[in-house]
């Protein structure tokens, strides 16, 4: 996964702001070839519920997010997955696995295999854990910090995979159907 410095910044900002509790939002992006890039991190939305060891951001707000993002860049990014913070140093939970499980499983998501990068407190600083629901399992996957765009022109080599929707207990479905994912 390619993780775009703005999009670093976005969740490690908002991540901070969040403490003591929980932040995040949707991530949105693209696929060249086979490699998700990821160039934009949506913020979790005045309706958003956070506590410390849980989080559900506001689906209306995420959606609005995409559907800007993917309006401003002609159709070249879309939604790709899912962020948020553990304010401690702790990796992604059962809980975490269960709701990319549910995005995975939700046409409205169009997204069978969601990215979920977890932020997470490690001192004084954050660490970034990404990984990605394959196979009913979310599974590692390494990251590497651009901070500009790829350039090799390969935009829309998106996966054929469907989208999908989270846990019941942290995310709203999505309200519109015209843009992939997202809530």
């Not at 910044?9 to 908002?14: A, I, N, T, V």
């Not at 890039?37 to 958003?48: K, L, S």
């Not at 001192?123 to 901070?147: C, E, H, Y």
């Amino acid at each position: 996964m390619l993780l775009e410095q703005v999009a670093l910044e976005q969740m490690k900002g908002e991540a901070t702001r969040g403490l003591p509790r929980e932040s995040g939002g949707i991530l949105i992006g693209r696929f060249e070839r086979d490699i998700v890039v990821v160039t934009q991190a949506g913020g979790p939305g005045r309706q958003a519920s956070r506590g410390n060891a849980d989080f559900r951001r506001d689906g209306e707000h995420a959606q609005r997010v995409l559907d800007s993002a993917v309006a401003a860049s002609g159709g070249d990014v879309d939604y790709v997955g899912e962020w948020h913070s553990h304010p401690s140093d702790v990796p992604a939970s059962p809980k975490d696995e269960r709701s990319m499980g549910h995005i995975s499983a939700d046409p409205d998501y169009k997204r069978s295999q969601p990215i979920l990068v977890v932020v997470r407190r490690a001192g004084t600083d954050w660490t970034i854990d990404a990984s990605q629901f394959v196979g009913q399992k979310l599974r590692a996957v390494p990251v590497a910090i651009t901070s500009a765009p790829p350039s090799d022109g390969l935009r829309d080599a998106r996966s054929s995979q469907p989208s999908t929707a989270e846990d019941e207990e942290m995310h709203e479905r999505p309200r519109t159907g015209r843009t992939r994912g997202v809530t």
